[in-house]
C-alpha cells in the first residue's frame, strides 16, 4: 500500500487480514439478518447456515472486486473513490443475489418463486449491502485520517526530536579550521568537508533511513574533526564484529552518541582517553556501543552538563520509539570511571 495516494483509505482487500475481516463481519452481519427474522420455514440453525454461506459468499467476492480494481481506484480522487467502491459492493450484490437465484431454482429449492420475489430479493440485498458498505466506507475514512493524524504527529516529533541533535562544537570547529587553513591547508579542506556531511545529514529528512555505513561514517568524520581539536588527548577504537554496511538504522543515530561521549568524556579528563564503538549483529537485531572514560564521580562541569547528556539520551530513546515501538532499546552503564550506551535496533537489510 505504499505506492497508493495519501487520499486513498481502502484497505489492502488482497491482504489475508483484511479478507478475515469481511469475513468476520459478514458473519455478525448474518447473526443479525437471521435474528431479525419473526418466523420462517427453517429452523434457526439452518437458516443461520444458509445466511451465513451467501454473506461469506458475497463478502469474498466483494473483497476480490475490490482487490482486482485497486490498480484503476488508486488513480481517482477522492469523491469518484468512494462512488467507485459503493456501486461495485452493489453490483457484486446483486450479480450474485441473482446468481444465488438462479441456483435455487435450478436445484429445484426456488421453483414457486417467480420474477417478482426474484427482483424484492435482489433490492433487498443490495439495501443492506448499501447501508453496511457505507458504513464501512465511512469507518474505513476515520481510521485512515485518524492514521494519518498520527502519522504525522510522530514525523513531527522525530523532525522536532532531529532537530535538537546540533552539533555543540561548530564554533571550536570554525576556529580549528581557521587555524589550519595555512599550515595545514588539507587537514583544513577535510574538515570542511566533515563539517558540511554533519550538518547535510542533520538538515535531512529525519523520516529517512541511512545505510550503516553512511552513519559510521559521518561518526567517523566527527571524530576526525574533533582529533584535529583535541590532538592526543582523543583515541578511537573500532570493533566491527560482522555488521552488514548496507543494514538501515535512522539518520543521526551513532553521531550523537559519539558527540556525547567527547564532550561529556575526553574533554573533562586533562589526560583524555579512548572512546571503543562496537558494532555488531546477532539473532536479527544490530547492536551499538558507545563506551567512553569519564572523571571520577561524574562531570565537573556541574549539572549543566549531566542535564545536557540525558536530554540527548532521552531524545535519541523517543527516536528510537517513535519508529521501532518496543522492538528497540537504549540501555546506559553509568560506572564511576566508565560510561557506555548501548542501542539495540531490528536489523534490516535491503533485499
Known sequence: MRDAPEHYYLPDFCAGRSVAVVLLVCQLLAFVVVASQSSGADLPAIMLLKVSLFLHWLGLMSALVLCAARRVLVRLPLERLSVA????????????????????????YGVELGTHELLAFTLRNAAIA?????????????????RRNVELEARARIEALTARIRPHFLFNSMNTIAALIRSRPLDAERAVEDLSDLFRASLADARVQVALEDELELARGHLRMEQLRLGDRLQVEWRAVEAPSN???????????????????????????TITITVQAHDGTLVLEVDNPRPAGGAPSGEGVVDGNRMALANIRQRLELVYGSKAALEVDDARDRFAVQVRIPLEVPS
Not at 131 to 144: K, N
Request: glycine letters at 8%; charged letters at 10%.
Open 85 to 108: 467502491a459503493f456501486l461495485l459492493v452493489l453490483t457484486t450484490t446483486a450479480l450474485l443475489s441473482v446468481g444465488a437465484w438462479i441456483a435455487l431454482r435450478w436445484a429445484g
Open 130 to 146: 448499501a447501508i453496511v458498505t457505507a458504513v464501512l466506507l465511512r469507518y474505513f475514512w476515520v481510521q485512515h485520517q485518524w
Open 247 to 273: 543494514a538501515r538504522v535512522p539518520r543521526l543515530l551513532l553521531q550523537p552518541l559519539v558527540e556525547n561521549a567527547v564532550r561529556h568524556g575526553i574533554e573533562p579528563l586533562p589526560g583524555g582517553g
